[in-house]
Structures are given as structure tokens and as C-alpha cells.
């Protein structure tokens, strides 16, 4: 579900008219609703336990929104955490999520960034997810120094190819992330990379905005087959993060929902793994965008409007510095005004920033509006604020919450 909707024509947020949050803040912002935050964790985290997955812990991916209220309200709901960075660490660290709730990926951890993870708590973090031998050696080597124990697991790369914008797609071989089967094979047998790591699990993620599952299931498929064939009780498997969203309408009807790709995943196991053992470890998931994503929308507001030939230009306050999203990817976002009106023309909505690709969307059906008029763009919660830079400089926008 989302927070908006219109009531009279008039744009209403959780429950309140848009125009009545805007009055008084600057633009643009980001306009947050716990409401929604809640039901998708909620959603998420039950869908998980109805599907009899063992134990599954839910490690939000930080990397998607890591406002402090969204982060306090997670670990409220009992959220660990996926961590790319000791800056995303530190914030977790902060919003009081228990570091043996969370896992820490990337493929350049730095000796600074694994002496923290390790050190904090009594016991460091739940796992440091590998991405090459390198890494592991270095672990071995700085957890020895401290006397301490590394929990590991090895980030698989399945060979999968996840249908999605290629630039966020990451199970392929050609791909810089994970490793393949046979040179975790060859690590495992390797004693001088294990005096003071353990493995407790094997974790995968293919590749975000996710709207079908065929790539998923196979890629559980290979982890399976790896957790089967090598002699270790694991702990976990992490099937990582990637379920996407509905950004536009026509989405809706052809996305994979909370409940399919739950089930999906526990028929998997079930099939590929669990029914043949008698050691099921639990499951670990990342998601980031199915739990964010919904939750917020970027308020901006009509600078003016300009005419070229038979082109028309609707210049908004929000810039590509803020949301990347359409100008990175060419993702598609919803630009809905405050007020709803019949007669609609054809417009492009643009920011204020010196690039061309600095555009929410072209040849959009809006009504006319003028300046100081407001707009929202929808979906903005997940890789919004977190991705957002001053070029040109210009200010970070705040985060509210109704
Ligand atoms: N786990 C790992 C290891 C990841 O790399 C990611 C996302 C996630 C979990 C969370 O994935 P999610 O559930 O949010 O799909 N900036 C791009 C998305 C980049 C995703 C990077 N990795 C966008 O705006 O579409």
C-alpha cells in the first residue's frame, strides 16, 4: 500500500493534505510514513515464519535508507542489519541493533572496517559476508592479531543472470561480487586461512529490483548444492536482498508479491536442501527496497515553467542530486501533483541541475502549474536520500516523518 492518495482532488499523505505538511518546510523534502514502514517489515518478517522457514532473520540493507528513525523503528520491530561500510556499521551500531544481528558485505572491507566489525559487542558482528580469498586471508590475519574469532560465510556467485537494469544486476560470472564454487572449494581446504575464522554460512544476492523469480530460484538452487557437498554444519544461508516494487501501475499486476517470493523461496529449500538433510540452518534475508521503498515520496515544488517550440518544461526545486534514481538507471517514478485537476497537458518535469538527464519524466500527462504548485515524486523511500550528493551545490534534503 501506499501513504498517498487523493481525496477531492487534494493530495493526501497518511491521512493528511499534503499541501498543510508543505506549508511550512522547505523544498525539497523527503516525507516519510512509519505506517508504511511497519506493514512492509511486518509483512515481510511474518511471511518469512508462516512459510516455516527455521529461525529467519531479517538484516535490512541499510544501503537503501539509514535514517536514524527508520533504523530505530527496525530495530523496534526486532530488524538486524546488512552493512556495507563501517559508516552504515556505526549507524546501526548507533540505532541499538545487536551486532549478532548483523552481517557485513562489500567486496573492499578494509583492515580498519574489519578490526571494528570484529571488536564491537562482546562477540564482533554475526558474519562478515566474503567476497574473495584476499579478504578471508586478511580476516584470518587481523582477528589473530586480536585474539578473536571471525564468523565468515562465503558470498557465492551462483552464475545467474537476474533480470533487471544491468547496473544493478550481480550473480554473473563477469561480475565483481562473490565467489565461485570451486575457489571456495579450494579455500575450505586451505588450514592457514582458518586459525582464527569460522564458517557459519554461505550467502548469495543476485541483483535488485527483482520482478521474477527464476533467476532466485536457481541461484538457491547452486547454494544448496554448495552447502550440501562441503563438510560443515552451517549456521545460516543468507539469500540476500532484491525483491522489487511496483513503481508504476502496469508493475503491479506482473511483480512477484511478499507472499509468492516467500514461498518460493521455502519451496526451493525445501527441495534443493532441506529434504535432504537432517541440519536445516536458518535463513538470513537482506531485503532494502521492498521494506523501504513504498514508505516515501520527495516534495518538490514548481520553480516555473518554460515553453520551447512544442515542447513544454514543468521546472521543478527537485534535482537529479536528490534522486538519482530516473537519471542513473532510467527508472521510472510517478510525479503526482498536490492538486488534481481534468484537463491535463503533456510535460516534462525537470530539475534545476545543469544536465540533461536531470528529468523525472518526459512527455507526462500533468495539469498545468505554475509556480510554487507542489508536486511529489513517488516511491522515493528506498535510494533516495541515501544516494543523494550536493552537485552543484546544492543542499542535502531533510527527511520527515508524518
Ligand atoms: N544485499 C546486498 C549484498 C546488496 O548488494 C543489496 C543491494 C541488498 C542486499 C539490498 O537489495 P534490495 O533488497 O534493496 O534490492 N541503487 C539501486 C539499487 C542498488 C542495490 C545494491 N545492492 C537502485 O536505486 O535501484
Redesign the pocket.
Known amino acids: 500500500p501506499s501513504p498517498l492518495e487523493y481525496k477531492n482532488n487534494n493530495l493526501y499523505f497518511d491521512g493528511k493534505r499534503l499541501d498543510a505538511i508543505a506549508a511550512k518546510k522547505r523544498t525539497p523534502f523527503y516525507l516519510y510514513s512509519k505506517k508504511t514502514l511497519r506493514h512492509y517489515y511486518e509483512h515481510f518478517s511474518k511471511a518469512a515464519v508462516k512459510n516455516n522457514l527455521p529461525s529467519p532473520l531479517v538484516c535490512y540493507?541499510l544501503?537503501?535508507n539509514s535514517n536514524k528513525d527508520v533504523l530505530a523503528q527496525l530495530k523496534k520491530m526486532g530488524s538486524g542489519a546488512?552493512v556495507?561500510s563501517v559508516g552504515e556499521l556505526k549507524k546501526a551500531l548507533k540505532a541499538g541493533i545487536d551486532p549478532q544481528k548483523i552481517v557485513f558485505?562489500?567486496v573492499a572491507k578494509t583492515a580498519e572496517e574489519i578490526r571494528f566489525a570484529l571488536k564491537c559487542g562482546k562477540k564482533g558482528i554475526y558474519s562478515f559476508?566474503v567476497e574473495s580469498i584476499e579478504e578471508l586471508q586478511l580476516i584470518n590475519e587481523i582477528a589473530k592479531k586480536e585474539k578473536r574469532i571471525a564468523r565468515v560465510a562465503f558470498?557465492l556467485n551462483p552464475q545467474v543472470s537476474a533480470k533487471t537494469?544491468k547496473?544493478?544486476s550481480?550473480g554473473n560470472k563477469t561480475h565483481k561480487?562473490g565467489l565461485l564454487k570451486a575457489d571456495i572449494v579450494e579455500a575450505l581446504e586451505a588450514r592457514e586461512f582458518w586459525t582464527n575464522t569460522t564458517l557459519v554460512g554461505l550467502?548469495i544476492?543476485i541483483?535488485?529490483?527483482?520482478t521474477e523469480m527464476k533467476a532466485t530460484v536457481k541461484a538457491i538452487e547452486e547454494i544448496s548444492k554448495l552447502a550440501l557437498s562441503i563438510d560443515v554444519a552451517l549456521e545460516f544461508l543468507d539469500l540476500?536482498?532484491?525483491?522489487?516494487i511496483d513503481y508504476t501501475a502496469e508493475e503491479k499486476s506482473k511483480l512477484t508479491s511478499i507472499d509468492t517470493y516467500m514461498k518460493t523461496v521455502a519451496d526451493a529449500l525445501e527441495k534443493y536442501y532441506y529434504s535432504k538433510t537432517d541440519h536445516c540452518p536458518r535463513v538470513v534475508f537482506?531485503?532494502?527496497?521492498?521494506?523501504v521503498?513504498k514508505m516515501g515520496v520527495l516534495v518538490s515544488r514548481v520553480v516555473r515553467t518554460k515553453v520551447s517550440d512544442s515542447n513544454h518544461f514543468t521546472i521543478i526545486d527537485a534535482g537529479m542530486n536528490d534522486l538519482?534514481?530516473p537519471a542513473?538507471?532510467e527508472?521510472y517514478h510517478e510525479v503526482l501533483p498536490a492538486q488534481a485537476s481534468k484537463k491535463l497537458i503533456k510535460t516534462d518535469i525537470v530539475g534545476p541541475i545543469c544536465e540533461t538527464s536531470d528529468c523525472f519524466g518526459s512527455k507526462r500527462k500533468l495539469p498545468a502549474l505554475s509556480a510554487g504548485d507542489l508536486v511529489v515524486i513517488d516511491n522515493a523511500g528506498?535510494?533516495g536520500q541515501t544516494?543523494a550528493s550536493s552537485y552543484n551545490e546544492r543542499e542535502i534534503a531533510t527527511e520527515y516523518f508524518v
Not at 541483483?207 to 527483482?210: A, M, W
Not at 537482506?286 to 521494506?291: Q, T
Open positions: 540493507a544501503k537503501a546488512d556495507v558485505s562489500g559476508n558470498r537494469h547496473h544493478i550481480t561480487f550467502s544476492h541483483g535488485s529490483q527483482l540476500g536482498g532484491g525483491l522489487g537482506e531485503p532494502g527496497r521492498i521494506i521503498g538519482i534514481r542513473l538507471y527508472a528506498a535510494y544516494m
